[in-house]
């Protein structure tokens, strides 16, 4: 692994029998990763550059893939190997009985989706992937108890993952604890910036401890994202309204309406943003 600032100053290090590598005492700015297996160097990584002033927390988690280089002789598609997981020995069957629970997913089929990843777990009990995916799916089931027992099993297995991260964070949320919510959710960004969810979820959090400036970031945010968590729009309506901003409240609830048209509270909410053009009418 070799890590390299803006001013061309490099720094290397050895990742662990895990795949995990750490630098340590960087001050904030921009620097370029790049990365190389030692015991075979076909696999190579591409560039990646990233800012560590950008983030939450005081600690940056970066996930680098590993991919046969492009000089490679042979016609077979390059594969791809991320080095947290590469040393995983994930039995050839759990890997497709976790594909398998995917697919079942995204097509809805809960039920055999539980199945092949519960199937991918027995055969394989350190697959944190499938821990985490299980424990979406029971979330979307409302069987929070199985959901936070999923995500901290995966956590002990992998303490950066950023899925399960968020998941915990999730749980955290439907159980009250903001605070810690919160802190799970900034450690899930940390490791997945690029989740919207995640940031939609941050926001949630924060307003309810009326940390109302940290909400407003998280909820824009997650906006940027194409496409955005639409309900992301009804949150920054609320933080709006607590400020008194009743026609940004009134305009950011009325962007949800025209992105959602047949939602089915569309009458409320068609109500309270009345009620408040009303009131932004009223505000000097």
Not at 165 to 189: H, M, N, P
């Amino acid at each position: 692994m070799k890590l390299t600032t803006r001013a061309g100053v490099p720094r290397e290090a050895f990742t662990t029998d895990s795949g995990r590598f750490e630098f340590s005492g960087m001050e904030a700015g921009t620097y370029v990763l790049t990365a190389k297996s030692v015991s075979d160097p076909n696999l190579v990584s591409e560039t990646v550059e990233t800012d560590t002033s950008r983030t939450a927390t005081d600690n940056l988690t970066v996930n680098i893939m590993l991919r046969e280089s492009p000089t490679t002789s042979g016609s077979h598609k390059p594969g791809v190997v991320r080095i947290d997981d590469q040393d995983q020995k994930i039995p050839k069957e759990a890997k497709k009985a976790f594909a398998q629970g995917l697919k079942f997913k995204e097509s809805n089929e809960h039920n055999k989706a539980s199945e092949s990843l519960s199937r991918a777990i027995e055969l394989y009990p350190d697959y944190y992937q499938a821990l985490s995916e299980r424990g979406d799916l029971y979330v979307f089931q409302h069987k929070l108890e199985e959901a936070c027992a999923d995500f901290a099993q995966a956590l002990k297995i992998n303490a950066h993952y950023g899925p399960a991260l968020r998941g915990t964070g999730y749980c955290k949320l439907e159980k009250g604890e903001f605070a810690e919510a919160v802190r799970y959710f900034e450690q899930s960004i940390s490791a997945d910036p690029n989740s919207a969810n995640t940031h939609l979820l941050l926001g949630v959090a924060n307003l309810q401890l009326d940390r109302r400036e940290a909400a407003k970031a998280a909820l824009l945010k997650a906006l940027s994202f194409n496409p955005p968590p639409l309900r992301a729009h009804i949150h920054l309506a609320n933080l709006y309204a607590k400020e008194h901003l009743y026609q940004q409240a009134a305009d950011e609830l009325r962007k949800y309406l025209d992105a959602e048209p047949n939602i089915q509270d569309k009458a409320n909410l068609e109500a309270i943003e009345s009620q408040w053009r009303a009131l932004s009418s009223e505000t000097p």
